[in-house]
């Protein structure tokens, strides 16, 4: 993503700095990041994100599969074999329901 419009950088970072949601370290990162735009040391290159490993990419699917089936259980239009179906799979994986 280098390139990247400065503008749109320094924006996301100062929303960052007044989001009370965001932690202290990330708040930092802005504020350093902010700095050196003003005193023309930053540079204009941001390090895409790190995709999953191959190893955390199943755990992953995995949950958001078995959370699926947690949610048919609360479906009611989910039919009864549905259900039954959802509550033997959750089982498979340790989890009751």
């Given at each position: ?75 009611e ?21």
């Amino acid at each position: 993503m280098s390139g990247a419009n400065p503008g749109n950088i320094a924006g996301g970072h100062k929303a960052n700095l007044k989001n009370p949601n965001t932690s202290e370290e990330s708040k930092d990162h802005s504020r350093q990041v902010l700095e050196s735009m003003e005193d023309g040391t930053f540079e204009n290159s941001v390090e895409p994100h790190k995709p999953l490993s191959n190893e955390e990419a199943p755990v992953k699917e995995t949950n958001r599969v078995l959370g699926g089936y947690k949610a048919t259980l609360k479906n009611e239009s989910a039919s009864q074999e549905k259900k039954d179906h959802a509550r033997e799979v959750l089982a498979d994986h340790g989890i009751d329901a």
